[in-house]
């Protein structure tokens, strides 16, 4: 099975000189935690709940001056639409990532694949658990 034919199509997406306040809203608008960084519909970055609260929030920074550039994480890991879903599998489990954007060979975000979205086709518990759990293996804090 390829990426393509499991993905989440028509993702929205924002831009790099958005506010992160926009960004927030947006997410609140279409209750999700992540969206992709587009510029010129090239994926330049993916900005999730998260990285606004540790970049922005967290750093006193101000959600209506600072940019989603400023918070995003850049180049984030990719598959392309035609990518088998294992080896989509492959690159979540070797990031420890949960979701991964995907692109056509014309290096534009055609849409997104998800855990849930992989489980769901996969229809085996046991295979979907043991994916979850080596994506979710925990990490020790950072101490200061």
């Known amino acids: 099975m390829l990426a393509k034919e499991i993905m989440t199509r028509h993702v929205d997406a924002i831009g790099p000189d958005a506010r992160v306040a926009e960004a927030a809203d947006k997410m609140r608008q279409l209750d999700v935690g992540v969206l992709p960084v ?4 090239h994926l330049i970055g993916i ?3 998260r990285d606004l609260t540790i970049r922005s929030t967290a750093t006193e920074g101000d959600p209506t001056e600072d940019t989603v550039r400023s918070v995003m994480t850049p180049s984030p890991v990719c598959c392309w639409e035609d990518a088998e879903l ?27 694949i998800s855990l849930g979205d992989i489980a769901v086709v996969l229809g085996d518990k ?9 994506v979710s293996s925990p990490s020790e804090p950072r101490r200061s």
């Open 38 to 41: 587009v510029d010129d519909k």
């Open 47 to 49: 900005v999730t709940d």
């Open 126 to 134: 046991k295979l979907s658990g043991s994916l979850l759990e080596q």
């Open 86 to 112: 294992g080896e989509v599998s492959r690159l979540m489990k070797h990031h420890q990532i949960r979701r991964i954007p995907v692109l056509n060979h014309d290096d534009a975000l055609v849409g997104m």
